[in-house]
DNA sequence: AGAAAACCTTGACCTAGGTCAACTTGAAGC
DNA sequence: GCTTCAAGTTGACCTAGGTCAAGGTTTTCT
């Protein structure tokens, strides 16, 4: 786990920016995406990166806006959401240890979402020219590069697949089996990791929906739902139903 | 363009299978991913490669299959597509010069989706083997790797963008602009790639409701269709249209 | 603590797009 | 030229999920 990080401990200075390299360099090496990338290399990418503290709700990068490299977290949760008017549709939620950002970095393309901070968040922003340089200069870190976008795009299909072929039931489904991890644990219990609103978004339906879906579930037995708190009864009859065709 | 290769008279033995170095060095010589890449790597990896011959219907690769490598197209047209039992989506359409299966190719995971040839086919596959290795040894093919994953991943997330936040009509108004490229002449004519059945599934609606939609567009003096071939009457109206709301 | 602001739930109703079924058209083989 | 078959069209109807409106419940702020 990431936990053995004291990052909550840090203060990052007032105005919400900080350059403490102890603190830069700790986080980026528990990045799975750095992983494998020498311990000095490391501590060059802390040197050009700069700790932003972002409160709740706090935008940081609105849609459309150059990101200025990519981000990690070292805590606290994003959200990478695509907008228009009236409409939102939340693409991911990123959390600890995860970064956001690596294609548009790269590309030097505008970002395709906005993110906002879910909670009081610390991001830890890696510029692009520190990236591209790094990319070029340490074949370890380019293939690591690739192998994460390569699993990214993967995921991205995935999510393409279930919102074609499945409906909100499974999608939903899938998503708690998916929250409960890789345990076999017939029951256990899993917290949502933000408000209903958004993983409805997130999910591809509209917080109303989500409520009817849930208190579905809990019908059906599958799932007891307290607050943010989601008991799971029956494990393998969830991930079946997420299984299920539309 | 990539027709300043005469592949089409090339003949492929007969039961499907060619090893002939000079076609597969010229095929992917075209292809973008191997542009930037020292002509004795590319003569490699042709050496290594195979190129195989579909017939119009044929199955490439059956959904969960682990793809051998990737696959370079030299004629002829495939899909990607997402199916379960009796539901079909296709994720994508491949031409000559693209390729498919990178990212399953380099983390050696099955592959997410069927590929099938919808016109009869020439594709180069490239073993998943030279291609890590490749990547290990040149840089330069590393650093082109990395750009052709991040573009698909930027590609999929407006994907995954206009699917959720544009309505069925806005979907296909951005198709067929798309489909009429660059050029911002007021009116020109394009050609649909293939049958208005799949075409309907790639933009993620039913055959019937993509009559109903070009019926509509038509009505409305967008366009006029006359089978594959789209008279386009009003581009920025139809550019204009594709951006407006759900 | 108390007020204000998010967040969530529920019911009544609506709509984009899907489903089904009949019919037309066009291309492919004999 | 006639048959066959796949592709496309059209109409009548259905449904998952969205929209609107009205409460109810947590949080958050002062």
Redesign the interface.
Known sequence: MHQDLPVRDIQPNGNGASRDPRLLEGVLANVPLFRGVAQHQVADLAARAKAIHFRRGATVCGRGRCLPGLYAIAYGQVKLA??????E?V?RIVGPVETFG???A??G?PA??EAVALDDSLLVMVPSAAVLQM??ND?RF??A???D??????K??????T???HGGVQRLAGYLDALAGNGENRNCTVRLPTTKTVIASRL?IKKETLSRLLRDLAHRGLIAVEQREIAIHDRPGLAALARE??
């Open positions: 695509f907008r228009s008017e009236d409409e549709r693409a690596l294609a548009a790269i590309l393309r395709p979402y990319v070029e074949p380019a293939r590069v690739i192998t976008l390569a699993e990214r795009t993967m991205l299909l995935a999510e393409v697949e919102a074609a072929l591809g065709e539309a």
